[in-house]
């Protein structure tokens, strides 16, 4: 695995990472949306740029479910305002 491949799992982990820290009542949605949708952006370029199947199939996964729990929190903030 090369560095893009590690460094695309890494923000995976980042991403969980900063699930696990940024919640509650008090949190601005609207800045955890973007930073969970840019990293895991960020995340799958990297993936794809690996060309590393291994890197490209975690990486994607990881990423992609961070994308998807964005999404849903982006849903969310329009429920609540």
Do not use: H, Y
């Amino acid at each position: 695995m090369n560095k893009l491949g590690i460094a695309s799992i890494a923000l995976a982990l980042f991403n969980i990472l900063l699930f696990l820290l940024l919640r509650g009542p008090g949190v601005n949605i609207g800045l955890v949306v973007g930073m969970f949708g840019a990293l895991s952006v960020l995340g799958l370029v990297f993936a794809v740029l690996s060309q590393k199947w291994p890197a490209v199939v975690t990486g994607a996964v990881l990423n992609g479910g961070g994308l998807i729990v964005a999404l849903v929190l982006f849903l969310a903030e329009g429920a609540i305002s």
